[in-house]
């Protein structure tokens, strides 16, 4: 079929068979353009075809590479010595970008560059743009204004991973016995979603993860990066349904024999939730729902075990809500319309994490912060749980032994009320020296965050945030994240403290977030101390237990999954 469309800013032209032309050319946000991208993976087909989905992104200018504002993609086809620049335009028009099916054979596929660099760029652009729109507001990277994706590189499959160094992913590739060709992990939609999930998070939050930070702060890396990925492909309707088909074969071994009124939770959660699935003949490379949870499951030394009990979390969630909408009347009428509901329910669950981010402080953050990022964040844009999604994420954080205050001692602010404002509004939106004011002004916020008064603080992000409820008010904030290192005597450290320490000079870090509303007044506050004693001593006991412990590159799986 030969299609043919409109382009503002280009010539007319026919696009060949399967291409479909997209209307573009005002760009900076305000056009979208359709691309089609594996939904799952390269082995994930129907009808023998590789399964889609069509991920809507925002125009840009996009050169040859591809590379457009945000993101720089190197594409090496396989066997070529290095990196080719491809254009995403048949015509080389930067600002048309023509969308190309994926090509029906497995080994077409595997070796067709062209939409290896589609879909890494669809995947890659409709991951930071779910974030910006998300939070409402941009996110940098780390390492300056354009991410660098290595696309098929010579590295072993294993080795791929975001380089924070570098600022760098690397996707490799592995032999496998499903094809003569070897397999890009690019094609992989979750590995793509979760390798830039790393980099956006290490730009918005490079403390959690640098040299002086916990375990816990690489595990909430690795448990946000698979979410996101999880949950991006949960959301297709399609994937859902697909794998609702095949996940329980009835008595004459044939899939899709269990009907949609008999769908129950072992059939719902059964196949789902994995981390690229199919990446191995065995299956996918992570299923936390298939993972009992240990006891003490907080101190195992490896951040993705660690990290996949607060998936299997969130995941729970999903599931227990999933099944309260098919008991409603009419909910279990069709597959489609189990599977599309449970897509609904993975897009919303994976806004609520996402905005979850945003209430989480800078430095040391742990799993009762992420659970009351969550709530809190929610509990602001949704005041009413009318649909029990609060509570569904409190029950399933509950059997993972998390907790955390209820809905009205969510904002921190039990002891910080009726504090002094003599901040300018409009100076608190942008101006780093306005918040500082504001806490040198208040001592009660002095006190509650454990700053000492003689050291500078640093106050290194202040960012506003527009979002929209589902009932149409916009909710405005301002968010200001500030951080104070402490440098001790050994002396000090023991007496201010209670410290016991080896070297000479020790230094102590904390931090916290705050928002305001649209107003200027303090709504939220997630504050690590500083000079605390007691948090302190928790954290000097936590350093010297993960002493030793060699903290990992952000690869998709730990070293004892990467074989067969």
């Known amino acids: ?303 993705h075990r660690r990290g996949e009990i607060a998936v299997k979390g969130v995941l729970d969630a999903v599931v227990r809500l999933w099944l309260q909408r098919l008991d409603r009347p009419g909910g279990r009428s069709s597959r489609y319309q189990v599977a599309e509901a449970g897509a609904h329910l993975g897009h919303q669950m994976l806004g609520m994490v996402l905005r979850g981010l945003a209430y989480m402080p800078p430095v040391d953050p742990g799993w009762e912060d992420l659970l009351r990022g969550i709530l809190a964040a929610d509990a602001v844009l949704v005041p009413t749980d009318m649909m029990g999604y609060r509570q569904a994420v409190r029950d399933a954080f509950w059997d993972i032994d998390l907790s955390t205050e209820p809905d009205e001692l969510l904002d921190g602010l039990k002891h910080l009320r009726d504090l002094r404002y003599p901040v300018r509004l409009s100076a608190l939106a942008a101006d780093p020296e306005e918040v500082n004011r504001f806490m040198w002004e208040n001592p009660r916020l002095i006190e509650a965050a454990g700053i000492d008064q003689d050291t500078s603080i640093v106050v290194n992000r202040v960012r506003p945030s527009t979002r929209v409820g589902p009932d149409g008010f916009v909710v405005s904030e301002i968010g200001a994240s500030y951080v104070q290192s402490v440098t001790l005597s050994k002396t000090e450290a023991r007496n201010k403290l209670g410290l016991r320490v080896d070297s000479d000079y020790y230094t102590v870090r904390g931090g916290g977030l705050l928002r305001f509303d649209e107003g200027g007044r303090l709504c939220f506050a997630a504050l690590k101390p500083v000079m605390d004693a007691e948090w302190q001593q928790e954290k000097l006991e936590t350093v010297k237990r993960e002493a030793g412990i060699k903290m990992p590159a952000a690869t998709f799986h730990p070293e004892d999954e990467r074989r067969e």
């Open 1 to 303: 079929m030969q299609a043919t469309a409109s382009r503002v800013g280009c010539k007319v032209e026919e696009s060949g068979p399967g291409m479909v032309s997209a209307a573009l050319g005002i760009g900076h946000g305000l056009e979208m353009v359709a691309l089609t991208a594996l939904a799952e993976g390269p082995f994930t087909r129907k009808s023998g075809k590789p399964l889609t989905t069509s991920i809507r992104v925002p125009v840009e200018r996009v050169v040859n590479g591809p590379a457009g504002a945000r993101l720089a993609l190197r594409v090496r086809a396989p066997g070529a010595d290095g990196p080719r620049p491809i254009s995403l335009s048949v015509d080389r028009n930067e600002w048309c970008i023509d969308d190309q099916d994926a090509p029906a054979g497995l080994e077409e596929l595997l070796t067709d560059s062209r939409f290896l660099a589609q879909h890494v760029y669809a995947v890659a652009t409709a991951t930071l743009q779910a974030f910006e729109v998300t939070l409402g507001r941009r996110m940098g990277w780390a390492s300056g204004h354009r991410l660098l994706i290595s696309v098929y590189d010579k590295i072993p499959y294993a080795s791929t991973g975001y380089d924070r160094e570098r600022g760098l992913i690397r996707f490799g590739h592995r032999t496998d016995d499903r094809s003569t060709r070897s397999v890009p992990l690019a094609l992989y939609h979750d590995l793509v979603a979760h390798e830039v999930t790393h980099a956006i998070l290490d730009g918005y939050r490079r403390q959690w993860t640098d040299s002086d930070a916990l375990l816990d702060g690489y595990a909430l890396h690795e448990c946000i990066a698979d979410l996101v990925a999880m949950l991006s492909v949960f959301s297709s309707p399609e994937r859902v349904e697909q794998q609702l088909s095949v996940a329980v074969p009835g008595p004459d071994g044939k899939p899709g024999a269990v009907p949609a009124r008999n769908m129950e939770k072992e059939v719902l959660a059964s196949g789902l939730f994995g981390l690229a699935d199919g990446l191995f003949s065995r299956g996918a490379a992570r299923r936390p729902l298939d993972v009992d949870v240990p006891f003490e499951w907080r101190l195992d030394p490896e951040p």
